[in-house]
C-alpha cells in the first residue's frame, strides 16, 4: 500500500516562509518523480513543483518560481517544498504526488496524499 503524508501546512503571514514535508512509504522511493500540486478555494488542482529520482532536474510552476524549491532525501523517503514570501494566493490545500517521470507528474500522478492546509494571512 502506497501512502503520502504530508505536514508542516499551518498559518503564516504575507511575506513568510512555510516548509511542508512529505513522508512516502509502500513504493521504491528513488524510482520516482516527486512533487506537490495544490488547489485553492472555488479552483483547479494545478501543479506546483516536481523533481526527478535523484534530485537533479526540478520544475515550477511560473506562479512560484523563484519563491519555492523543493526538495528530495532518498535516504529518507522524503520530499520537500520550502515556501518564501508567501502570498495570501498560496493559500490551498497542497498535496504530495508520485509519478514515474516529472513530465507524467505534472499532469496525473499515479499517488496522492491526503493534503496539508496552508493559510497566507495578509
Known amino acids: 500500500q502506497v501512502q503520502l503524508v504530508e505536514s508542516g501546512g499551518g498559518l503564516v503571514q504575507a511575506g513568510g516562509s512555510l516548509r511542508l514535508s512529505c513522508a512516502a512509504s509502500?513504493?521504491?522511493?528513488?524510482?520516482?518523480?516527486m512533487g506537490w500540486f495544490r488547489q485553492a478555494p472555488g479552483k483547479e488542482r494545478e501543479f506546483v513543483a516536481g523533481?526527478?529520482?535523484?534530485?537533479?532536474?526540478?520544475y515550477y510552476a511560473d506562479s512560484v518560481k523563484g519563491r519555492c524549491t523543493i526538495s528530495r532525501d532518498n535516504s529518507k523517503n522524503t520530499v520537500s517544498l520550502q515556501m518564501n514570501s508567501l502570498k495570501p494566493e498560496d493559500t490551498a490545500v497542497y498535496y504530495c504526488?508520485?509519478?514515474?517521470?516529472?513530465?507524467?507528474?505534472?499532469?496525473?500522478?499515479?499517488?496522492w496524499g491526503q493534503g496539508a492546509q496552508v493559510t497566507v494571512s495578509s
Open positions: 523533481i526527478s529520482w535523484s534530485g537533479g532536474s526540478l
Open positions: 504526488t508520485a509519478s514515474g517521470t516529472i513530465a507524467v507528474l505534472t499532469t496525473s500522478p499515479f499517488y
Open positions: 509502500g513504493l521504491a522511493f528513488s524510482n520516482y518523480a
